[in-house]
C-alpha cells in the first residue's frame, strides 16, 4: 500500500482511509524500537494504515480522522486509551472529533489488526463523557513526571457497542 502523501494532497479522505482500515485487517504490525516504547504499537499501526509515523503533534494523523490504537484481548480492551497529554500549547480533544480506533490484539511476541471502528464525538460530548468515567485524566508519563493526558476507558468502547466487534 502507498504511502498517503502529506501537505494537501493528504486529504484522500475519509473513504480512502476506511478502505486502508479495512485493507489491515488481520494485518501483523511491525513493531520497532524497545519493548519498552510504549507508542510503538500506535506508530506500527501508523505505518501499516498511513505508509509513514505522523507522530505527536497539534493535528490529528490523518485529515480525515484521529488514529488511535487499541490494545483488545479477545473480547476485552485491557487498557485505557490515551488521546493526548494536556499542555498550555495544545488541548488533545480538539484533535479528536472524528477517532478512527485500530483494535489491536498480542498473540504471542506479535501483535495483530482485528478491527476498527470510526467515531465521531461531538464538543459537547465530552463533557457528557468525562461526567459518565468514560473520559478521565490521569499521569501521563514516566513514574515521577507531572505529565497528564486524557484517555478513554474501556467501558467507553463497549458501552457505545465498539468492542468486541460481532
Same mark, same amino acid.
Given at each position: ?9 493528504? +486529504?484522500? *479522505?475519509?473513504?480512502? &482511509? ?7 485487517? *488481520?494485518? #501483523? ?9 510504549? %507508542? ?31 490494545? !483488545? ?7 485505557? !486509551? ?5 499542555s498550555d500549547r495544545?488541548?488533545? &480533544?480538539?484533535? $479528536? %472529533? #472524528?477517532?478512527?480506533?485500530?483494535? $489491536?490484539? /498480542? #498473540? ?6 482485528? %478491527?476498527?471502528?470510526? !467515531?465521531?464525538?461531538?464538543?459537547? /460530548? ?6 459518565? %468515567?468514560?473520559?478521565?485524566?490521569? +499521569?501521563?508519563?514516566?513514574? *515521577? ?14 458501552? /457505545? ?6
Amino acid at each position: 500500500m502507498d504511502p498517503i502523501p502529506e501537505g494537501p494532497a493528504a +486529504a484522500g *479522505g475519509l473513504d480512502e &482511509l476506511m478502505t486502508r482500515a479495512r485493507a489491515i485487517v *488481520g494485518k #501483523r504490525v511491525s513493531l520497532v524500537g524497545p519493548s519498552t516504547h510504549k %507508542g510503538r504499537v500506535g506508530e506500527g499501526v501508523e505505518r501499516l494504515l498511513l505508509g509513514r509515523v505522523i507522530g505527536a503533534g497539534p493535528g490529528a494523523d490523518h485529515p480525515a480522522a484521529e488514529v488511535k490504537s487499541v490494545p !483488545v484481548i479477545g473480547e476485552r480492551v485491557v487498557e485505557r !486509551v490515551k488521546l493526548g497529554v494536556l499542555s498550555d500549547r495544545s488541548h488533545p &480533544l480538539g484533535k $479528536c %472529533g #472524528r477517532i478512527l480506533f485500530v483494535f $489491536c490484539e /498480542r #498473540r504471542g511476541d506479535d501483535v495483530f489488526i482485528v %478491527g476498527h471502528a470510526l !467515531v465521531t464525538i461531538e464538543d459537547a /460530548r465530552w463533557l457528557e463523557l468525562w461526567r459518565a %468515567g468514560l473520559l478521565v485524566e490521569t +499521569a501521563a508519563g514516566i513514574s *515521577g513526571d507531572e505529565t497528564r493526558g486524557l484517555y478513554l476507558t474501556p467501558r467507553f468502547f463497549y458501552e /457505545r457497542g465498539l468492542w468486541p466487534v460481532v
